[in-house]
């Protein structure tokens, strides 16, 4: 596997969290992992937070209910079912509605 050590381990996360999710989206959450403000957090932290913002801003109504004027909290909101939806369906046991993700 290449890459460095932290790549591989959210790499290994990705796998462990949601070990059905689709190539092309896996591919997007990697990327979103590796963004610059993101190299302090943990790699398990930084994958579930990547995660849930490509689940939501991708798979969800999330861009639309900002672009009408909801305010970032209403929006993780009314999409947050829709979100845990996507991500069981990746065979993901973790959920949003846990209400543990900061990330946008």
């Known amino acids: 596997?290449?890459?460095?050590?932290r790549q591989q381990a959210i790499r290994k996360a990705?796998?462990?969290?949601?070990p059905g999710i689709p190539l092309s989206d896996a591919e997007a959450v990697?990327?979103?992992?590796?963004?610059?403000?993101?190299?302090?957090l943990p790699?398990?932290?930084t994958l579930w937070l990547a995660l849930g913002s490509h689940v939501r801003?991708?798979?969800?109504?999330?861009?639309?209910?900002?672009?009408?004027?909801?305010?970032r909290d209403a929006a993780r909101?009314?999409?947050?079912?829709?979100?845990?939806?996507v991500l069981a369906g990746w065979g993901?046991?973790?959920s949003v509605s846990d209400g543990d993700d900061a990330e946008d």
């Open 1 to 5: 596997m290449a890459g460095t050590k």
């Open 14 to 18: 990705l796998r462990a969290l949601a």
């Open 30 to 40: 990697l990327t979103l992992a590796e963004r610059r403000h993101m190299k302090d």
């Open 43 to 45: 790699p398990s932290t």
């Open 57 to 71: 801003h991708v798979h969800t109504d999330y861009e639309r209910l900002l672009g009408e004027g909801y305010d």
């Open 77 to 85: 909101f009314f999409v947050a079912a829709e979100t845990d939806a």
């Open 92 to 94: 993901c046991q973790r």
